[in-house]
T-cell receptor
Framework: GAGVSQSPSNKVTEKGKDVELRCDPISGHTALYWYRQSLGQGLEFLIYFQGNSAPDKSGLPSDRFSAERTGGSVSTLTIQRTQQEDSAVYLC???????????FGSGTRLTVV | GQNIDQPTEMTATEGAIVQINCTYQTSGFNGLFWYQQHAGEAPTFLSYNVLDGLEEKGRFSSFLSRSKGYSYLLLKELQMKDSASYLCAVTDSNYQLIWGAGTKLIIKP
């Protein structure tokens, strides 16, 4: 597609429920990144994919968080048993290769109530 | 550890020039990026430096000194729409992008 697409744009969920966030990168971009940004804060790295593999998962906050990417394209970030501290904007970005400029999606605003 | 430092907030006047500094300590270096982020929006790419020197792009310029671990973003002829956060990010030896917390730039008439 023309840009990085994320869905849903907004998600309100009850504490303890599971949520799945989707990222559709720019066609042909091999690198895909997930970040989290709390209100007024900087970007918190979660995970990145080079193709379908995730060389660095060190940013995932806990074992409730997981991500996968299939077919070198769409990625999903899953948060199990959501907690209120998970509330944030989850940003996805893709790039043609590692160390190229990122293009960010518009994010998913997650609110856990 | 890896660290990116930039001022938390800066204020400047419409039509003036402002310089936003960024210093970094990372394990290796494979390039430095500047991004602009308006409130409530995703970051957008501004510039990329991998060699020492100044890269000019319209009203925006970015400078890099690798020996000093230092970069700055220079914004000229400031406009009200330039009010945003400016994020400095460095790619380390593993090609992981390390982000600064951002500098909130406030433009006053």
């Amino acid at each position: 597609g023309a840009g990085v697409s994320q869905s849903p744009s907004n998600k309100v969920t009850e504490k303890g429920k599971d949520v799945e966030l989707r990222c559709d990168p720019i066609s042909g971009h091999t690198a895909l990144y997930w970040y989290r940004q709390s209100l007024g804060q900087g970007l918190e790295f979660l995970i990145y994919f080079q193709g379908n593999s995730a060389p660095d998962k060190s940013g995932l906050p806990s074992d409730r968080f997981s991500a996968e990417r299939t077919g070198g394209s769409v990625s999903t970030l899953t948060i199990q048993r959501t907690q209120q501290e998970d509330s944030a904007v989850y940003l996805c970005a893709s790039s043609l290769q590692l160390n190229y400029g990122y293009t960010f999606g518009s994010g998913t605003r997650l609110t856990v109530v | 550890g890896q660290n990116i430092d930039q001022p938390t907030e800066m204020t400047a006047t419409e039509g003036a020039i402002v310089q936003i500094n960024c210093t970094y300590q990372t394990s290796g270096f494979n390039g430095l990026f500047w991004y602009q982020q308006h409130a409530g929006e995703a970051p957008t790419f501004l510039s990329y430096n991998v060699l020492d020197g100044l890269e000019e792009k319209g009203r925006f310029s970015s400078f890099l000194s690798r020996s000093k671990g230092y970069s700055y973003l220079l914004l000229k002829e400031l406009q009200m729409k330039d009010s945003a956060s400016y994020l400095c990010a460095v790619t380390d030896s593993n090609y992981q992008l390390i982000w600064g917390a951002g500098t909130k730039l406030i433009i006053k008439p």
